[in-house]
């Protein structure tokens, strides 16, 4: 079937705004609005080309998830011109991210390989703006190079160390291995942590995320910064790996305070495991 541009927009717009109805709500999220059409349009574009090629919709999310190695590495180069074409990037590489689902969608070529990339593309996208911020930020504030990058090692230490990854990583690598025979139930909601634990991961999580709001601000921040004497996305990035300090020790507490693990593998299996 042969699309045209506005019947690909038209199509990436129904299915995102059926799942995401607050795309269409410009009262209360202007930017998301304005933005969401950015997206829109552009993905539509790129896909009416992709059509035209055997380029796999997994190729394109590859690409998304190396532009943000990419962009990070150039926002770490101490130079007006990379750092300008690191924001670029970070403000418009979303692009791919949106129309590689619709491709493998219209072009029967959904995988779980797909997601799985798709997800990964988003991590090492946080993790590249992160660390390429603070290695700007080092520049940046020549007297405290030093200090600013040993905090910048933090970064991928604490996202690595979170206990409560390993324990998932462990539970489905034994799951996968049969050591754990589990039959996986809708029962996997019952190893959610408390309600008051869960809200306040939450509140942490929220401020300072990985939406386009948030990144796009930053970028902003930073591009006034070149030209002017402004000089607060130091405190941005001091707040950065203060948020992911307490999400690490958060995850310790997750874990090793009652029965986190148990009431995982119990809530996937339905049932009892014994040691």
Not at 84 to 113: E, P, S
Request: aromatic share 14%; proline share 4%.
């Amino acid at each position: 079937m042969a699309y045209t541009i506005r019947e690909l927009r038209e199509e990436t717009y129904e299915y995102h705004v059926k799942y995401f109805p607050y795309l269409d709500d410009y009262v209360h999220f202007p930017y998301t609005f304005i933005k969401a059409r950015f997206f829109m349009w552009f993905s539509a574009i790129v896909i009416f080309l992709l059509l035209k090629t055997r380029i796999t919709p997994n190729a394109v999310t590859v690409v998304y998830a190396v532009l943000g190695v990419v962009a990070g590495t150039l926002l770490a180069i101490p130079h007006p011109i990379t750092i300008q074409v690191g924001l670029l990037i970070f403000t418009t590489k979303g692009v791919f991210d949106w129309c590689d689902g619709h491709y493998a969608r219209i072009t029967g070529q959904l995988t779980l390989r797909g997601h799985v990339l798709d997800s990964f593309g988003a991590h090492l996208g946080s993790l590249g703006f992160q660390i390429g911020l603070g290695f700007y930020v080092a520049w940046h504030n020549a007297q405290y190079t030093i200090p600013i990058l040993s905090l910048v090692t933090l970064i991928p230490f604490f996202y690595t160390a979170r206990l409560t990854f390993y324990a998932d990583a462990t539970i489905f690598r034994d799951v996968l291995s049969g050591r754990l025979d589990i039959i996986p139930t809708k029962s996997e909601a019952e190893a959610d942590p408390p309600d008051t634990l869960r809200k306040t991961y939450n509140i942490i999580a929220s401020y300072l995320d990985d939406w386009d709001r948030t990144v796009d601000l930053i970028c902003l921040l930073v591009l006034i910064e070149l030209y002017t004497s402004l000089n607060v996305t130091w405190i941005i990035f001091l707040l950065m790996v203060l948020k992911q300090a307490v999400i690490c020790a958060g995850s310790f507490y997750i874990v090793l305070k009652g029965d986190w693990v148990e009431k995982k593998v119990k809530g996937v299996a339905g049932r009892d495991i014994e040691n």
